[in-house]
């Protein structure tokens, strides 16, 4: 079964600083997909960014970032230029390909991220 | 595009009550989800239909949930009766089709008391 590490129950960054949110997961599959999604106070879960497996080259959305290592199984978020709006709860996601037949989500338990002003 | 609408935000009720959460997916998405989050348990999927059809309510924890699809446009998840530990946050999302990317709404925070 697959599974969704998140190691780091909180990180603080200081405002226009740069930060990286860990992520490692655990699957046999070999096409899948890689989600980051961020919880504000207001509970709404927002997609970051996303990556397809097959993908060599690291997605990027403005300030949002990836570092995607197949081989390690590693999916680290690194936002640049932090601002206040970026605290939130961060929680990465993986879902197998539709050659696998899966649709479901697996969450990590997330990371609280805190802005310092 | 208005996003995937929930309601109500919150929703405090008494042990042994009914309750009813509502959904209103994306227009044009064929897949909606039931999601609850906890502290302990985190995000879990409760549900998932496909056409307005269950696919998987595995994760439906008792009888005493209960989903319905009637139309494209609408989703129900119903407890009843409803328990303390009951006491989450439940999101619905939607998505393209199974293997899109979820949108989810803004939840319902539930409290039972």
């Known amino acids: 079964a697959q599974t969704v590490t998140q190691s780091q129950p909180e990180m603080s960054v200081q405002e226009a600083e740069t930060v990286t949110l860990s992520c490692t997961y655990d699957?046999?599959?070999?096409?899948?997909?890689l989600f980051w999604y961020k919880q504000p106070p207001s509970r709404q879960m927002i997609l970051v960014i996303r990556?397809?497996?097959?993908?060599?080259q690291n997605a990027t959305e403005n300030r949002f970032s990836v570092n995607f290592q197949k081989a390690a199984k590693s999916f680290s978020l690194k936002i640049s230029d932090s601002q206040l709006g970026d605290a939130a709860m961060y929680f990465c996601?993986?879902?197998?390909?539709?050659?696998?037949?899966?649709?479901?989500?697996?969450f990590g338990t997330g990371t609280r991220l805190k802005v310092l002003a | 595009d208005a996003g995937v609408i929930q309601s109500p935000r919150h929703e405090v009720t008494e042990m042994g009550q009914e309750v009813t959460l509502r959904c209103k997916p994306i227009?044009?998405?064929?897949?909606l989800f039931w999601y609850r989050q906890t502290m302990m348990r985190g995000l879990e999927l409760l549900i998932y239909?496909?056409?307005?059809?269950?696919?998987?309510d595995s994760g439906m924890p008792e009888d005493r949930f209960s989903a319905k699809m009637p139309n494209a446009s609408f989703s129900t998840l119903k407890i009843q009766p409803s328990e303390p530990r009951d006491s989450a946050v439940y999101f619905c999302?939607?998505?393209?089709?199974?293997?899109?990317?979820?949108?989810f709404g803004p939840g319902t925070r539930l409290t039972v008391l």
């Open positions: 999302a939607s998505s393209l089709n199974s293997y899109n990317e979820q949108f």
């Open positions: 990556q397809e497996a097959y993908k060599q």
């Open positions: 239909f496909n056409n307005n059809v269950p696919i998987d």
């Open positions: 996601a993986y879902r197998g390909a539709p050659t696998s037949g899966t649709y479901k989500y697996i």
């Open positions: 227009s044009g998405h064929n897949s």
């Open positions: 699957t046999s599959e070999s096409d899948y997909y």
